[in-house]
């Protein structure tokens, strides 16, 4: 497996919108691998192509303890075929891609949904509370959207301003010998 470097904001692959795989082909299988090798290697539960520079639909999720690989999802093409409406769940969000920043951010409760497994059959999963919040979360970055839009143009411009400053603080740092 390959660590793949995650990309963070402004990067404009954050803000596109990836297209369908084709086929879950031997590359789309591996690539699923590298990206779930990036997503713990990150500390993360969640990520979406993007995030790694892919404008690709796949995913990678994984809410266990183990975070071995054993109860990770890795999905091509999801696609949400029901929500609820009336039940919703509230849970802090972060994001790989806008580090050190949180935010309480409410969204359905539960889930339906479709994709394409590693092997490349069709899956069918309901999902709820964190597993639910978490896919939702990428599958927005599949369309360009990110956490930080749910919230008030000025706490999103706040957020941004201070993961900008803190990455070109590591840059600076960078060219220290
Ligand atoms: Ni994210």
Redesign the pocket.
Known sequence: MTRIPIRIIPDPVLRQKASPVTKVDKRVSKFMNDMLESMYLGH?I???AN?VGALERVITVDISEERNGTKALLMANPEITWKSENETFTYR??????PEQYAEITRPKRIRLNYLDQSGKERELEAEDLLSQCIQ??I??LNGI??IDYLSPLKRKMMARKVEKAQREKDDDDHIL
């Not at 969000?93 to 806008?98: A, K, R």
């Open positions: 993360g969640g990520l979406a995030q969000e972060g994001c790989l891609s806008i979360h990428e927005d970055h990110l956490f």
